[in-house]
C-alpha cells in the first residue's frame, strides 16, 4: 500500500517556467490537499479538493493552479515561476473533513525557483 | 483566526533528558489538536491527537493533555532517544461554521536534535 505519493521529489526551475507537481493517493480519500512548508513559518494551505472535479483555494494561492480530473490524483500547477515560490510542497489526503479524521502526508516535492 | 503558537527552536538534549515542546493556540470554535513529526526527508505523521479539553493524547513515550484553560497543548517527553530528532508541528483543526473542510492550522515547527 504506497499511500500518498508526490512526483518529483526534486527539481530547479529558472524564473518564468512553469511545471506539475502530481500527487497521488491509493486509499480512495475524497479530500486532498497541496500545502507549502517554509523556513520558520510551518504549513500553509495552497489549495484543497473536497472531491473528483471540485477545487477550492486556501490560504496562500496566489500563482497556483490545482485540478482533480480523478479521484485518486491531485495536480498542483506554477504557471510562471517566480522565486518566491521556492519551498517544500507537501500533498495530503483524508477520507473525509471531520475534525479528528486523519490527513496523510506525501514525502514532499522539494523546488527550488532560481 | 485561527492561530499555533510554538516555543522557537532548534532544541538539543542529551540522550534520557526529558523534553517539552511548548504550544498554544487561538481558535475561534472548539478545535481538535495534533502533534505531526517529521524525520529527516520525510513527510509529516501524525504522532498524537486530542479531541476535547483535558484529553491526553500518546503515543511512543509522547504525551500531550489539551488544557482548554490555558489553550494550550503541550509535548512532553521523559526520555528521548537519539531517533526522536526530527521536526515537531503543532496544529489544530478547528470546525468553521459548518464549512468543516478538515483544514490544518499548524505552528511554525520546532526543530529537535538528540545526542548520544
Known amino acids: 500500500n504506497a499511500g500518498v505519493t508526490q512526483t518529483p521529489k526534486f527539481r530547479v526551475l529558472k524564473t518564468g517556467q512553469s511545471m506539475t507537481l502530481l500527487c497521488a493517493q491509493d486509499m480512495n480519500h475524497e479530500y486532498m490537499y497541496w500545502y507549502r512548508q517554509d523556513p520558520g513559518m510551518g504549513l500553509r494551505l495552497i489549495h484543497y479538493s473536497v472531491g473528483e472535479g471540485t477545487t477550492a483555494k486556501g490560504e496562500v494561492p496566489d500563482g497556483y493552479n490545482v485540478s482533480r480530473l480523478k479521484k485518486q490524483n491531485f495536480l498542483l500547477g506554477l504557471e510562471s515561476a517566480a522565486p518566491s515560490q521556492t519551498s517544500v510542497y507537501f500533498c495530503a489526503s483524508s477520507s473525509s473533513p471531520g475534525l479528528a479524521v486523519l490527513q496523510f502526508f506525501g514525502p514532499g516535492t522539494r523546488l527550488t525557483v532560481l | 483566526g485561527n492561530s499555533v503558537t510554538q516555543m522557537e527552536g532548534p532544541v538539543t538534549l542529551s540522550e534520557e533528558a526529558f523534553l517539552t515542546i511548548n504550544c498554544t493556540y487561538t481558535?475561534?470554535?472548539?478545535?481538535?489538536l495534533f502533534w505531526y513529526v517529521q524525520y529527516p526527508g520525510e513527510g509529516l505523521q501524525l504522532l498524537l491527537k486530542a479531541t476535547k479539553a483535558d484529553d491526553k493524547g500518546s503515543n511512543k513515550g509522547f504525551e500531550a493533555t489539551y488544557r482548554k484553560e490555558t489553550t494550550s497543548f503541550h509535548l512532553e517527553k521523559g526520555s528521548v532517544q537519539v531517533s526522536d530528532s526530527a521536526v515537531y508541528f503543532c496544529?489544530?483543526?478547528?470546525?468553521?461554521?459548518?464549512?468543516?473542510?478538515?483544514?490544518?492550522?499548524f505552528g511554525q515547527g520546532t526543530i529537535l536534535t538528540v545526542h548520544p
Open positions: 496544529a489544530l483543526s478547528d470546525h468553521d461554521g459548518g464549512t468543516s473542510y478538515g483544514k490544518l492550522t
Open positions: 481558535a475561534t470554535g472548539y478545535p481538535s
